[in-house]
């Protein structure tokens, strides 16, 4: 394998989302979002990014338990959007976020495989066999050098990024994972990172055949190019949606951090039980959860529904 096999067209379709994207950015850089409301929609974009990533690779729901992968894989989404400025990427960055994703599930975090490899589907088939594990640290050179040098528009750049790095597959686990955080780190680099309030994850999670599809056949990126800027625009064009809803703008400036987060997962998931909630705030007593969902009855920002063990929460 060389970066020379890789091979992309910028069609009028990849042209055409390419300047929808930099009209989106200019909204997106003009609204008039407090900082309240941005933290809001942050924080549930980084959630939302990681218990899709976490679901395209068939990995157990992050939302309804509180896995390790889900909270490495937000925690790594918060450390990228929290930078003030990003470096070009490096090896040891790729590194670094494989291991926020795998720490403390492989001994192997941020450690390339040692042995060959073969991504198999669903039905057992292998659909691509990688390359030797031997050749791994040149390629992994090869390829930041690479993708820093690339003159293409900054999404794309992404999503070749993504496209080869998950080509070499140098990992023996989560590159799937390391593969959308690199992109991540890609257009947050660039400027096109949206503040943080997209997750494309989202779309890709509800598009998962169409995803394998654009990955699995050859070293050619044009289709895979097209599908990431069609997330990007679909993300955003759903988060502005978001902004528009009333629900978004509740006044929670006032409630202490924990009381908002329950208000977020409750507008998140409509109708949902104790249980559920529960689930979600592992560290807090029930009784401690209790007066917080009291609290946010009184203030008439949710509303309870049924009764004794049939009850949910509900926005108000």
Known sequence: ????????????????????????KRVFEMLPLSPTTTKIIRDRSFLNSAVSSARIEDIPSTIQLPRKEGKNLEGAYQWICSQRQLPDLTIEIVRELHNKTMYGLSGSAGK?????????????????????????????????????????????????????????????????????????????KSGYGFGGLIPIEKYINEHRNWYYQTLEPSSNCTEFVDYFLESLISQANQTLEEVKNPLIEIDSSNLLPRRRELLEVIKDHPECSFDFLHRRFMNQSPLSLHRDLKHLMQKKLIKKLGSTRGVVYDIA
């Not at 992309?8 to 989302?17: D, G």
């Open 1 to 24: 394998m060389t970066m020379d096999q890789f091979k992309w067209i910028i069609s009028p379709s990849i042209i055409s989302k390419t300047e929808e994207i930099e009209v989106l």
């Open 112 to 188: 390339y495989r040692t042995e060959a490899w073969g991504v198999f589907n669903q039905s057992g088939m292998e659909v691509m066999h990688a390359p030797l594990h031997t050749l791994i640290p040149d390629l992994m050179q090869e390829f930041v050098t690479f993708i820093n040098s690339l003159n293409e528009h900054p999404c794309v750049v992404a999503a070749i990024g993504q496209f080869v790095f998950e080509k070499i597959h140098p990992f023996a686990d989560g590159n799937g994972r390391t593969g959308r955080l690199i992109s991540t780190y890609l257009l947050t």
